[in-house]
């Protein structure tokens, strides 16, 4: 069992920058591939990035990328979500997930067990 927690969210301008944090419980956490999505109002689950178990495979929305970086500390158990250019169309609630399946479709919700309760991002035009 894995318990998820985000922080990190909260209202910025365009053009700023904010990180996230996802803090997770449980030892096996380390083995885990990790995502981020986010949710707008209105609009579906979107794949933002993840990471695989060992931090050197990292995979993004076409987006985002150039702007968030997504990393992991498995001695800290956390990962993290830089955004950087915050865009107002960045603003959405943002989900930190988690699945054990080495094989998992890790661009897609539906396949993660794990999620955290989200945080909100707010990006001010």
């Known amino acids: 069992q894995v318990q998820l927690v985000e922080s990190g969210g909260g209202l910025v301008q365009a053009g700023g920058s904010l990180r996230l944090s996802c803090a997770a419980s449980g030892r096996t956490f380390s083995s885990y591939a990790t995502g981020w999505f986010r949710q707008a109002p209105g609009a579906e689950r979107e794949f933002v990035a993840a990471v695989r178990w060992s931090g050197r495979r990292t995979y993004y929305a076409d987006s985002v990328k150039g702007r968030f970086t997504i990393s992991r500390d498995n001695a800290k158990n956390t990962v993290y979500l830089q955004m950087n250019s915050l865009k107002p169309e960045d603003t959405a609630v943002y989900y930190c997930?988690?699945?054990?399946?080495?094989?998992?479709?890790?661009?897609?919700?539906?396949?993660?067990?794990?999620w955290g309760q989200g945080t909100q991002v707010t990006v001010s035009s």
């Open positions: 997930a988690a699945d054990p399946s080495f094989h998992i479709i890790i661009v897609v919700a539906g396949a993660y067990e794990y």
